[in-house]
């Protein structure tokens, strides 16, 4: 997936990123420092996590990120949905 581009400001992104991932069920923040964000995602079957991380481009003015499971081999695409439903939300925010 492409980065997600964002306009104004890296803290001003962040805080706007924050508050998406906060909201799904289930995450955790582990990790929250200027420029970079970690987040798990545990399952709600079988209580497996993955583990995502942002990383915020203040010049080029884009959110670079990966997830992937902990564990395992193949997550049935919940990473790359996962990840597509917070850009989408992203972008909606405004």
Not at 45 to 52: L, P, T
Not at 66 to 90: H, K, L, P, Q
């Amino acid at each position: 997936m492409s980065p997600i581009p964002f306009r104004g400001t890296a803290e001003e992104a962040q805080e706007k990123l924050r508050s998406i991932v906060r909201r799904m069920p289930r995450s955790e923040v582990s990790a929250d420092r200027p420029g970079y964000l970690a987040v798990s995602f545990r399952s709600r079957v079988f209580g497996f996590v993955d583990d995502a991380e942002f990383v915020l481009d203040g010049e080029g003015r884009e959110v670079h990120f990966r997830s992937g499971a902990r564990t395992g081999y193949y997550d049935f695409g919940v990473n790359r949905w996962r990840m597509e439903r917070i850009a989408r939300a992203f972008r909606e925010a405004g």
